[in-house]
Nanobody
């Protein structure tokens, strides 16, 4: 049974930074971060391979967000810098047993989800 628990959300001023964490149990998986703002569809942010060697980002977010993982701690991280009010959303981590990350950008590509953590960026 895969369990994912996000943490690290909160209120941050525009231009600030935040690091989210996702603690995983039940194995080592390819992991991703998505976000969902009120009234909008869930949006892909980043994906990272099982070993952490390969990563991919949403084009619009590349350069401001960094995904990483520490498999010794079974934890995946999302570092967000230069945050903007439009980054306000619930951030979710997700997992899939897929071996690679190619093409994994849709919510339907991931079978396991955390409960989400709220990030609010004030202007």
């Amino acid at each position: 049974q895969v369990q994912l628990v996000e943490s690290g959300g909160g209120l941050v001023q525009a231009g600030g930074s935040l690091r989210l964490a996702c603690a995983a149990s039940g194995g080592t998986y390819t992991m991703a971060w998505f976000r969902q703002a009120p009234g909008k569809e869930r949006e892909f942010v980043a994906v990272i391979s099982r070993g952490g060697v390969s990563t991919s980002y949403a084009d619009s977010l590349k350069g401001r967000f960094t995904v990483s993982r520490d498999n010794a701690k079974n934890t995946v991280y999302l570092q967000g810098n230069s945050l903007k009010p439009e980054d306000t959303a619930v951030y979710y981590c997700a997992a899939t047993p897929s071996l690679g990350i190619a093409g994994l950008r849709r919510p339907s590509d991931f079978g396991f989800w955390g409960q989400g953590t709220q990030v609010t960026v004030s202007s």
